[in-house]
C-alpha cells in the first residue's frame, strides 16, 4: 500500500462504481486494525505519526467510497471528467424544468400527505438516477456522462434535505 494509491487500490477493489457495502466496511475495519497507531505505540512517536498519516488517509477512503454519491464523482474524477459543481453547474433542459416543477410542488404543498408525496416522487427519481450513474460508469465507461448525473443527483439531494426540513416542521 502506498498513501498516493486511488481508493480503491488502497481497499483491494476495482474501480467499479457498483461495490459490495458489507465487504467495504469489513476492508476498513480490517485496514484500520493494521494502521491504528495503537499498534504502534513500542516503536516511537515517528511511527505513530506514519500510522496516523495512514488512519485518516483509509478513514477518508472509506468515507468517499461509502457513499454512491462521492464514490461516482471520485470514480468519475478518476477516468478524467471531474464533476466540478462549484464551477460547472449546466444541466439539461428537462432537468432543469424538473427541478422548477419540484421547487413549486415544494412551496404550493399543504399538509404532510402533499409533502410525503413529493418526497417518494423525488426519492424514486434519486434512485434512477443512481441506477443512470452506475449504468456510465460500469457498463458505458463514460465518465462525462457519469460526472453529468453526478451533478443531478447532487441537486436532488439537497432538494431531498429541502424537503426534509419541510416535513420536520409539519411534524413540529
Given at each position: 500500500?502506498?498513501?498516493?494509491?486511488?481508493?480503491?487500490?488502497?481497499?483491494?477493489?476495482?474501480?467499479?462504481?457498483?461495490?459490495?457495502?458489507?465487504?467495504?466496511?469489513?476492508?476498513?475495519?480490517?485496514?484500520?486494525?493494521?494502521?491504528?497507531?495503537?499498534?504502534?505505540?513500542?516503536?516511537?512517536?515517528?511511527?505513530?505519526?506514519?500510522?496516523?498519516?495512514?488512519?485518516?488517509?483509509?478513514?477518508?477512503?472509506?468515507?468517499?467510497?461509502?457513499?454512491?454519491?462521492?464514490?461516482?464523482?471520485?470514480?468519475?474524477?478518476?477516468?478524467?471528467?471531474?464533476?466540478?459543481?462549484?464551477?460547472?453547474?449546466?444541466?439539461?433542459?428537462?432537468?432543469?424544468?424538473?427541478?422548477?416543477?419540484?421547487?413549486?410542488?415544494?412551496?404550493?404543498?399543504?399538509?404532510?400527505?402533499?409533502?410525503?408525496?413529493?418526497?417518494?416522487?423525488?426519492?424514486?427519481?434519486?434512485?434512477q438516477r443512481l441506477q443512470a450513474l452506475e449504468r456510465a460508469l460500469d457498463v458505458q465507461a463514460d465518465a462525462a456522462d457519469a460526472a453529468q448525473h453526478v451533478r443531478a443527483l447532487?441537486?436532488?439531494?439537497?432538494?431531498?434535505?429541502?424537503?426534509?426540513?419541510?416535513?420536520?416542521?409539519?411534524h413540529a
Open positions: 500500500m502506498k498513501l498516493d494509491d486511488d481508493d480503491f487500490t488502497l481497499f483491494g477493489l476495482p474501480p467499479r462504481f457498483a461495490l459490495d457495502r458489507s465487504g467495504l466496511d469489513a476492508r476498513w475495519r480490517s485496514l484500520q486494525a493494521e494502521v491504528h497507531p495503537d499498534r504502534f505505540a513500542s516503536e516511537g512517536a515517528a511511527a505513530q505519526r506514519v500510522a496516523m498519516q495512514w488512519a485518516v488517509r483509509v478513514n477518508e477512503a472509506y468515507q468517499r467510497l461509502k457513499n454512491p454519491l462521492t464514490r461516482g464523482a471520485y470514480l468519475a474524477g478518476l477516468r478524467g471528467a471531474r464533476v466540478d459543481a462549484e464551477r460547472n453547474t449546466a444541466m439539461p433542459l428537462d432537468f432543469l424544468q424538473q427541478q422548477m416543477a419540484w421547487r413549486e410542488a415544494l412551496d404550493d404543498a399543504s399538509g404532510l400527505r402533499a409533502l410525503e408525496s413529493l418526497e417518494q416522487e423525488v426519492d424514486a427519481q434519486y434512485r447532487m441537486f436532488i439531494e439537497r432538494f431531498r434535505e429541502d424537503i426534509g426540513r419541510r416535513i420536520e416542521q409539519n
